[in-house]
């Protein structure tokens, strides 16, 4: 993900997951995020909040700059959360499960629609069991390596063949977007 939105712009800076009931006010449920001007001397940092019911929020302890491109894994396991960003641990301890049977999802927001993301995200994955420590710093190196081989890939493409890199994906979008329509 990559968040464009100052951390003092507003009392979230973004939501990047959210599972939780489509609409609810009192959200309650599991979201990750960026944490805003609510909470003093925690500005930028990634957070985790149960809804308003009950009320629990993590924060982590590592400054988010704005318009930087990050790795984010979320895990729970029981009580037990605990988020990673950029493959390392960033913030854990225990908060209740609430609304664990709703399986809506939501990326980019909150499930109430607060606190969009102001920026871009590359991709998401949801599994199926908690992923241990290893695992989610493994998924931000492969994640970095995609990345790091796709400029490569765009450099030769221009530098050396002539391709105009930016048309090409435009094109290569419209196609993918004809094929996901029919």
């Not at 449920?29 to 929020?57: M, P």
């Not at 700059?65 to 605990?82: E, K, M």
């Not at 854990?92 to 993301?117: I, K, Y």
């Not at 190196?141 to 063949?161: G, H, P, S, V, Y």
Request: hydrophobic residues 40%; glycine residues 10%; proline residues 4%.
């Amino acid at each position: 993900f990559r968040n464009d939105m100052g951390h003092r712009e507003r009392a979230v800076t973004a939501y990047l997951f959210s599972r939780g009931p489509a609409g609810d006010p009192q959200a309650p449920g599991e979201h990750i995020g960026i944490s805003g001007s609510y909470q003093s001397g925690k500005e930028g940092r990634l957070l985790f909040f149960n809804g308003n019911a009950r009320n629990q929020t993590l924060y982590g302890s590592n400054l988010i700059p704005p318009g930087t491109w990050n790795h984010v894994v979320y895990v729970r396991d029981g009580a037990q959360v605990a988020a990673y960003l950029n493959g390392k641990p960033e913030l854990t301890g225990n908060a209740e499960a609430v609304g664990s049977q709703v399986r809506d999802l939501f990326l980019g927001a909150r499930c109430d629609q607060f606190g969009p993301l102001k920026g871009d995200m590359a991709g998401f994955a949801l599994f199926d069991r908690a992923l241990k420590a290893q695992e989610a710093e493994a998924a931000a190196i492969a994640t970095r390596l995609a990345d790091a081989l796709k400029l490569e890939m765009d450099t030769f493409l221009q530098k050396e063949l002539g391709v105009d890199v930016t048309k090409l994906n435009q094109e290569l979008e419209s196609v993918t977007k004809n094929v996901n329509q029919n």
